[in-house]
């Protein structure tokens, strides 16, 4: 399709300019949206120039009626009738195909991972998000006893609560006080807890607000403005690992986090029953769309097991496992229906610390996530500071 745009015909001023020159300015227009030029978008389809100076430039759109089709337009102008030789610029306009869309958002995605912005989480960190496709899964506890396993073995291990209209995180660790920051730095500091030979840095918006029960009304910009806030203003220690309780569902703060942390990984929380299953599979896309890897599935409430042993389906079976074929992940564990969940995250002591059916599957979670599916990156700090530990347990052994 075309509107015959073009600009006002002027006189010549030289000779006109090759094909391969004005592709080569094209490469400056941007397309506001996606973030990267046309001609790598394969937006710009192509450019014919006459011996009269006439430029035809051919551009296809993600859709016809593009908000954004005058922005294009007048970068355009502004390029290619700036040359010499030009007499006058026509724009063909065209619709991409939808593979050709697809891929053209993909290559926009792709330029954003390998284009993060620095934030003050460390390099050598693993970051895992932990996320769900809906709420009511127990992605919250999972984030928690798997932060507090991973601190108990020896590991420095951040906790971001991403859930910014659900933060639970501080109640659930048993962490109180206030965010304050460093006169110095400029930078916020986290909220510390000793846990077992490692320790936890945690930042939430339950450390900013008066109680777990205030109404945080805010939309998608500010949520992820809040967002940004954890991964650039907070002084994050030497960690090991980062965990993110993520919201539920793939909403701004979840694309937002995608693009601050491109190399963080997913851990998908869904429960056997197949609503939260389905839904799940929508995360997986999500983040692979954006390049993220996921490192595998934790199917919480699996089962409710008796004190005798006995074992009963509450919500079905096989949800975790399902999932985890569909989307090519590992099931890493089943988390059974245990009371001493609810009740160790009510009192600020996660179950994983405890004894149980529940203590034991989240313990299993963790040795495979520690030794196979997504080992500390720093192997060499690790070791360093779990011997730091040892000498200083068996310091206080033989003080004793």
């Known amino acids: 399709m075309s509107d015959g745009t073009s600009t006002t015909p002027g006189p010549p001023s030289g000779e006109p300019p090759t094909v391969e020159e004005v592709m080569g300015l094209l490469r400056g227009v941007v397309d506001p949206e996606l973030g990267s030029d046309i001609v790598e978008l394969g937006m710009a389809k192509g450019a014919t120039v006459g011996d009269d100076g006439l430029v035809d430039v051919t551009i296809a759109l993600t859709t016809s009626g593009c908000p954004l089709r005058a922005q294009i337009q007048r970068d355009v102008r502004a390029r290619i009738g700036g040359l010499p ?3 006058k610029v026509h724009i063909t306009w065209s619709e991409l195909t939808p593979d050709e869309k697809a891929a053209a958002m993909a290559k926009a995605r792709w330029n954003v991972a390998q284009d993060a912005p620095d934030t003050m989480v460390p390099a050598t960190c693993r970051v895992l998000m932990v ?17 507090a396993a991973l601190a108990d073995r020896g590991f420095a291990v951040g906790v971001m609560d991403a859930d910014i209209w659900g933060f639970s995180v501080p ?10 920051g460093s006169p110095e730095s400029g930078k916020i500091t986290p909220i ?11 930042v939430s918006m339950g450390f900013l607000v008066e109680g777990e029960e205030t109404a945080l009304m805010w939309r998608g ?70 390049y993220l890897r996921i490192v595998g599935v934790v199917e919480n409430m ?15 079976a096989g949800g975790g496992s399902d999932l985890a074929e569909r989307i ?29 059916p529940a203590a034991d599957a989240y313990r299993s979670i963790v040795e495979l996530l520690a030794t196979e599916a997504a080992p500390p990156l720093d192997m060499e700090g690790c070791s360093a500071r779990l011997l730091a530990a040892a000498e200083a347990a068996l310091d206080a052994a033989d003080a004793g």
Request: proline letters at 5%; a negative charge.
């Open 221 to 290: 910009l500010i949520l992820n403005r809040a967002v940004q806030h954890f991964c650039e203003d907070v002084a994050w220690g030497d960690l090991d690992y980062l965990l993110i309780d993520m919201p539920p569902g793939t909403g701004d703060v979840q694309m937002g986090l995608a693009k601050m942390l491109p190399r963080a990984e997913m851990l998908i929380v869904t429960t056997p029953a197949l609503a939260a299953q389905k839904v799940a599979v929508r995360v997986a896309h999500m983040g692979r769309n954006n």
């Open 328 to 356: 090519g992940a590992p099931l890493l564990g089943s988390i059974p229906i245990d009371a001493a969940v609810a009740a160790g995250g009510d009192a600020g002591k996660p179950v994983v610390l405890g004894e149980g």
């Open 171 to 180: 109640r659930m660790l048993g962490v109180e006080g206030r965010l304050g």
């Open 192 to 202: 510390t807890k000793q846990v077992g030979a490692g320790h936890l840095e945690v």
């Open 85 to 87: 030789g030009v007499t």
């Open 131 to 147: 996320a769900s496709g809906k709420g009511g899964v127990g992605k919250s506890s999972v984030t928690v006893n798997l932060a």
């Open 302 to 316: 699996s089962a409710y097991v008796t004190p005798d042993g006995e074992s009963h389906e509450l919500f079905g």
